[in-house]
């Protein structure tokens, strides 16, 4: 399997995801303090929006690239 088939298979699964979830999050750091033995953290979460064009888009673009990479 080369790299062409490798991206374009990572591409429509992406895209299918993206498709279906619509969005995901991530817990991000964001503030530390040390005073003395004591340790305090600060997490915020964060949800970004998928939108339906761009995981369509990559479904398209992983098909476009498995069908070129067939031809040759």
């Known amino acids: ?4 088939k490798v991206v374009a298979i990572i591409l429509i699964v992406a895209g299918v995801l993206g498709l279906a979830y619509k969005q995901f999050s ?3 750091d964001t503030h530390e303090a ?5 340790e305090f953290s600060i997490k915020e979460k964060e949800t970004v929006d998928v ?4 995981g369509a ?5 992983g098909v476009v690239l498995l069908v070129v990479g ?3």
Do not use: E, Q, S, V
Not at 34 to 38: H, N, Q, R
Not at 57 to 61: D, L, R, T
């Open 1 to 4: 399997m080369n790299a062409t």
């Open 26 to 28: 991530y817990t991000k």
């Open 34 to 38: 040390k005073i003395g033995p004591l």
């Open 51 to 54: 939108p339906a064009w761009a």
């Open 57 to 61: 888009g990559a479904i398209a673009i």
């Open 70 to 72: 067939r031809k040759k």
